[in-house]
């Protein structure tokens, strides 16, 4: 079966960094959509980044653009994403997610995820 296992989160001051990995199993990691969601205590679960197979093409929500980066390596079957300048806002559990469709960033849309890890960012 499909397995997501993320690693990396913790607490770090507004205006640190954090960089998240996902390990994937289980599919054709090379030729799946990959990306984070993430969701704060009250909050709908919220797309934040996604990575096409080739590693080619990026998507990011508004609200991390330019602070955030998504990245594959298709040997090892993981994924990444570094976070920069982090804010108080940034708070959340992080998910990764496996298998979107390219455009189609709703979470009910997903299919596999993660188990999530907790970011926290003090101010």
């Known amino acids: 079966q499909v397995q997501l296992v993320e690693s990396g989160g913790g607490l770090v001051q507004a205006g640190g960094s954090l960089r998240l990995s996902c390990a994937a199993s289980?599919?054709?990691?090379?030729?799946?959509?990959m990306g984070w969601f993430r969701q704060a205590p009250g909050k709908e679960r919220e797309f934040v980044a996604a990575?096409?197979?080739?590693?080619?093409?990026?998507y990011y929500a508004d609200s991390v653009k330019g602070r955030f980066t998504i990245s594959r390596d298709n040997a090892k079957n993981t994924v990444g994403l570094q976070m920069n300048s982090l804010k108080p806002e940034d708070t959340a559990v992080y998910y990764c997610?496996?298998?979107?469709?390219?455009?189609?960033?709703?979470?009910?849309?997903?299919?596999?995820w993660g188990q999530g890890t907790q970011v926290t960012i003090s101010s």
């Open positions: 289980g599919l054709t990691f090379s030729r799946t959509v």
């Open positions: 997610a496996a298998a979107l469709n390219w455009g189609s960033w709703y979470y009910t849309s997903v299919p596999y």
């Open positions: 990575i096409n197979w080739r590693g080619i093409n990026t």
